[in-house]
């Protein structure tokens, strides 16, 4: 209909009948609820040339019609230069900043209006969610009582998401009661939110109840797909696949559902489980997005079958990052490092941009394959790329050097570590040391370690040589314990 009021209008104009006032108001909208940019472009080109400009309804309608399709910029610009920014105009503005993530341009706009009704608080709950600020959500959420009785189930949803963000069962209970007493619990959007809500809480008896017993009818794959996936992430992995059993004779599976069903069954080695879940997949023709590929890589790897992981990670292409990662640490620590940097090289050839995680997993294959050399290119080209170094960054460049015995470059890189190194850094920098021979690294370790753990305190005899190697003169226990008079 929205393309036949369009098309209708584009006539109208072409025969050469002037448009009223609302009838270009009515094509605007008609425009944005079928996403035509482009013609309600065309509209605005001829409101422009026509001097309806100056009508309220057709400036709100433009600026709303910019906002949903995503042209924000020009929404902005449109209501910055309104002479009067009554509540449809900034209510609108303050939905398509809200969406978009620029939380703190809706602000502005929703601090600078007069007057405000239930759609412009929604819009700015929903633009708290979406930019995780959820306290301010619930901040916004205790203003608006405080200004207004008026709210509905998109109200209570958005607070339901902010305290699932924040696992505040507390709050979430206090929503439930609200909307139960309010006559607000018959919305099925509203019932996943709490079961959503209760689940990530880890409150999974009250989900199984609300479930069970208050949805009904209303149960759909979300409302399943909450449950499983809540079991799984609280280690009910027996209940996430019986869950997934006794769904099936109400909604068909999705891919959601079988990758909770698959860490489920990584979590507990079930192979045989996990196999027959992947059989169900191929035979029934789902599409194996990335998600779901990554939960077989994961649940196969687990199962200490690197092998069929790998297959299943070669079977189709994919630009996700998180499961390339979990590729290559998978393969570093299952001996088959060589494989995991072969892997690096070809997300570089892809265009595949590498993350702090990438790196670190190419750091740990080279510990465990001995490229010392390709190593210290990684780290390097790291931080050529803007990735600043984490914690275990640092640990596994002392790991790769002491390990195979690099101690002069061991020495040199921590002189030029960004902050002094932790007590397990010095630990194991000593172990190094005293296996390798460094005596002016190795004393420099055991004083830091001894400063910060007087009560047992490293032998602080002088470093010797053993067979050309420097070893530290110990009692039969490496650390022993100083007693304080």
Not at 101 to 118: T, Y
Not at 403 to 425: I, Q, R, S, Y
Not at 456 to 476: E, F, I, Y
């Amino acid at each position: 209909m929205g393309d036949m009021a369009v098309d209708m209008f584009f006539r109208m104009v072409w025969e050469g009948v002037r448009p009223l006032v609302y009838t270009v108001s009515h094509a605007i909208s008609a425009c944005r609820d079928n996403n035509a940019l482009k013609e309600g472009r065309c509209i605005h080109t001829f409101v422009l040339r026509h001097g309806y400009e100056h009508h309220v309804h057709v400036r709100s309608a433009i600026v709303d019609l910019y906002a949903k399709c995503g042209a924000i910029d020009a929404a902005q610009r449109l209501f910055n230069l309104a002479p009067v920014k009554d509540m449809v105009i900034s209510t609108s503005i303050l939905s398509g900043l809200a969406s978009c993530g620029r939380i703190d341009d809706a602000k502005r706009v929703f601090e600078g209006m007069e007057e405000r009704n239930l759609v412009s608080w929604n819009a700015m709950l929903t633009g708290c969610i979406r930019s995780m600020d959820l306290t301010g959500a619930l901040h916004s959420f205790q203003q608006m009582r405080k200004e207004t009785k008026e709210l509905d189930a998109v109200t209570l949803g958005s607070v339901l998401n902010a305290c699932t963000g924040m696992l505040d069962i507390g709050k979430g209970e206090e929503v439930h009661a609200f909307a139960f007493k309010s006559g607000l619990f018959s919305y099925p959007f509203l019932k996943n939110a709490l079961l959503r809500m209760y689940c990530k809480c880890g409150c999974l008896r009250s989900a199984e109840r609300l479930l069970v017993f208050e949805m009904g009818s209303d149960r759909d794959i979300y409302s399943w797909n909450s449950l499983i996936s809540g079991y799984e992430r609280h280690s009910m992995c027996e209940a996430a696949l019986y869950a997934l059993s006794e769904m099936q004779s109400e909604v068909t599976p999705n891919q959601s559902t079988f990758s909770s069903a698959l860490a489920a069954c990584a979590n507990i080695f079930l192979l045989k489980h996990g196999m027959q879940i992947h059989a169900y997949v191929i035979r029934n023709g789902y599409e194996i997005d990335d998600i779901l590929r990554s939960a077989l890589v994961d649940m196969y790897c687990k199962c200490r079958l690197l092998d069929y992981g790998i297959m299943v990670f070669e079977a189709g292409p994919s630009r996700d990052v998180i499961l390339w990662n979990s590729m290559i640490f998978r393969c570093a620590h299952s001996g088959k490092g060589e494989y995991g940097l072969e892997l690096f090289d070809e997300m570089q050839k892809q265009g595949i941009k590498a993350d702090s995680a990438t790196f670190l997993g190419a750091l740990v294959s080279c510990i465990s394959e001995g490229h010392v050399g390709l190593g210290r290119n990684y780290f390097s080209q790291m931080i050529d790329e803007s990735i600043i170094p984490r914690m275990e960054h640092y640990e596994c460049m002392i790991e790769l050097f002491g390990k195979h015995g690099c101690m002069a470059e061991l020495e040199e890189f921590v002189d030029h570590m960004p902050f002094e190194p932790t007590a397990a850094m010095w630990l194991r920098i000593f172990d190094c040391c005293r296996e390798y021979g460094n005596r002016k690294l190795g004393e420099r370790a055991a004083k830091c370690i001894n400063d910060g753990n007087p009560l047992h305190t490293l032998d602080m005899r002088p470093l010797q040589t053993r067979n050309g190697v420097m070893v530290a003169v110990k009692s039969p226990c490496h650390l022993r314990a100083s007693k304080k008079d």
